[in-house]
């Protein structure tokens, strides 16, 4: 039997509660802290207060006549209370935090349906809530949660301008079925709100009234809870009826228009901030307004969005040295005789063009090279060996040997020719697969230009590693066409070569390497044929790569290695494929045309004049290398 019944109606929010009349209940809540202002930065109106014992009152709120947006926005402040307690409009809900991002917290009665041993009802309750206007329950926050052993329920209403309803039921049959924080069924279950809902009217029944169960379950709660607030145990079976609310949270808005409607009525437009910005939220009606980045405040007011002094804070700045405030942002200086971005996580502050400044000054980040002392450089290429890599040993030994008899100026060359050579070389060690993959299609992409769109076909002839040169940006040029030819044939034997050394990281020829090993060519057709491709392949291309893009670019360097230049692709093709590839296209054989003048432009300079009739360079000095890396090998492994 019912025991009790009472019923609450407020205006605009109406809530009704049926309760037994001999329950005893202790007010408790997993609501949130209340924000904390930021400093200096007022959220109420002039003369109005902001605060209501542990809750900031932020206007459009308010809690006196002037202070508050409309009535929607009123809040009663019962100072009955130790501390003060504040509630929406004159009704009982509690409200325990309001938010500038459109959300509001308050304590919302929980529905209980329990029996005695004889399957008759003792005590029953539905709780029901309206939201005011411009309200919405949230329906990301919030869960429908049932709990018992025996029950099922039902959350109802209107969304919108027509009904709604959605359900859950929760069975067990022994306690032990039941496990801690696990709301899936056994005990408990959960299940979302839809969009849009100002109306929650809440429904619990049992299909045994809980005969079955009775010795240890013999009542079933029901509730719209914040998610993050409620953790279900076994010990919620008995302990939920001293608990009389629960948190909710609630979204509010604006009226009932879009930023562009709401714009067009100036005077009772709500984003009154000289900086504040307007959204349509993506819950219920109306807009919201906020600060932007570099602002923090109240956006509802007058002047309520202030400018943010990030260089008072350094958690809010990432300057090395010195940092300059901004209207909305800062910016990073260095001091005089200091070059860089100013930045800690980027180039910093370094004096000088030192070497470590040259490191700083790519686009990339420094931490993929190292900086050597003359010692380490000299020990390292064996007092500056020819064998060793000539750009970096000659320019070495002009930095570092003997300079006595050199003017200054040329020092100076020679110095920003190290950095310039020597350290991008040291970056392009650690190449992503995708950057790999981009200059073998682009190398691919200039070589099938040559062969088949050029007015006159040229054959490379000496396609290599060496004559592939890559500019900061790692985009591929194709050099040395001294070899040349000026006849149409179709060589991609050697560009198999160069695939395969981007993706082992190896050079083409070694003697360093065991005898097995040391025609790089011949030794990947043997991991090949034994499967053990993925043995042998740099670090970076294992470690980023796509497995079936990476295989795929093997077996087409496989197919460029074939004895018989009939079993080879042409270079058209190879060009097709990888770019395929690249752009991750389903038909692999499809490609984007590429105009002459855009491979004309992956051509090194000097080449021009050479596709015009005019001759062409058969090498590129070393100095016009300064901005330029050769393609590197022996990388990785």
Not at 320 to 335: D, H
Request: net charge neutral; hydrophobic share 30%; proline share 4%.
């Amino acid at each position: 039997m019912i025991m009790g019944f009472h019923v609450l109606q407020i205006i605009l929010l109406t809530v009704a509660l049926t309760s037994s009349s001999s329950s005893s209940s202790s007010s408790s809540s997993s609501s949130s802290a209340a924000a904390t202002p930021p400093p200096n930065f007022p959220i109420a109106k002039p003369n109005c207060r902001n605060r209501c014992g542990n809750v900031n009152i932020p206007f459009p709120f308010g809690t006196t006549d002037d202070c508050y947006e409309s009535e929607n926005f009123f809040i009663t402040c019962n100072q009955t209370f130790n501390p003060p307690k504040a509630f929406l409009k004159n009704s009982s809900i509690e409200i325990t935090d309001i938010s500038l991002d459109g959300q509001l917290r308050l304590l919302q009665f929980i529905a209980h349906d329990c029996y005695n041993r004889n399957r008759t009802r003792v005590s029953y309750s539905d709780p029901w809530i309206y939201l005011p206007v411009f309200f919405t329950v949230n329906n990301t926050a919030n869960k429908f949660t049932i709990v018992g052993c025996d029950t099922y329920g039902f959350v109802s209403g209107r969304r919108l301008n027509r009904n709604y309803q959605t359900g859950c039921t929760a069975m067990c049959d022994a306690e032990d079925d039941l496990a801690e924080g696990s709301c899936t069924g056994l005990g408990c279950c959960q299940t979302s709100i839809p969009k849009e809902v100002w109306r929650v009217e809440l429904t619990l029944k049992s299909y045994e009234n809980y005969s079955y169960v009775w010795g240890f379950n013999n009542c079933s709660y029901g509730f719209v809870v914040e998610e993050s607030a409620f953790t279900f145990s076994p010990k919620n079976l008995t302990n939920l009826r001293n608990v009389e609310r629960l948190p909710m949270v609630i979204d509010w808005a604006i009226g009932n228009g879009s930023c562009k409607e709401a714009q067009m009525n100036s005077s009772s437009y709500a984003c009154r901030s000289v900086n504040s910005k307007c959204y349509k939220p993506s819950n219920g009606y109306g807009y919201r307004c906020y600060c932007p980045e570099g602002y923090q405040g109240n956006p509802y007011l007058v002047h309520g969005c202030k400018d943010i002094d990030e260089c008072q804070n350094s958690s809010l700045n990432i300057c090395e040295k010195k940092c300059v405030n901004t209207a909305g942002g800062f910016q990073c200086v260095c001091p005089k005789g200091y070059h860089g971005d100013g930045r800690r996580d980027g180039r910093g502050c370094i004096r000088g063009e030192s070497l470590a400044y040259k490191l700083a000054a790519g686009e990339r980040s420094s931490d993929t090279a190292k900086i050597f002392s003359s010692s380490e450089l000299q020990k390292a290429t064996d007092n500056f060996n020819n064998s060793q890599p000539q750009e970096c040993s000659k320019a070495s030994r002009l930095l570092f040997g003997n300079t006595s008899t050199s003017a200054g100026v040329r020092v100076h060359q020679q110095r920003h020719t190290f950095s310039n050579t020597c350290i991008i070389k040291a970056k392009a060690r650690s190449l992503s697969w995708e950057t790999r993959l981009k200059i073998a299609t682009e190398t691919a992409g200039v070589l099938s230009y040559l062969h088949s769109s050029a007015s006159t076909p040229i054959i490379h002839r000496d396609v290599k590693s060496a004559n592939i040169l890559l500019d900061h940006t790692f985009t591929a040029k194709v050099s040395d066409f001294g070899a040349s030819k000026l006849v149409p044939l179709d060589q991609t034997q050697f560009f198999g070569v160069v695939l395969v050394e981007l993706l082992t990281g190896m050079k083409a020829l070694s003697y360093d390497r065991p005898e097995e090993e040391r025609n790089l060519a011949n030794f990947f057709l043997s991991v090949m044929k034994q499967e053990r491709l993925f043995q042998i392949l740099e670090d970076n291309v294992v470690r980023e790569g796509n497995k079936e893009r990476v295989m795929k670019v093997a077996v087409l360097a496989k197919s460029c290695l074939n004895v018989r230049g009939d079993d080879r692709p042409s270079m058209k093709e190879v060009a097709m494929e990888l770019e395929g590839l690249k752009v991750g296209a389903k038909h692999s054989w499809v490609q984007t045309e590429n105009s002459a003048q855009d491979m004309e432009s992956l051509l090194s300079e000097g080449f021009s004049g050479y596709i015009n009739g005019a001759g062409y360079s058969t090498s590129i000095g070393f100095d016009s290398l300064r901005d330029q890396i050769i393609l590197p090998v022996d990388g990785g492994r």
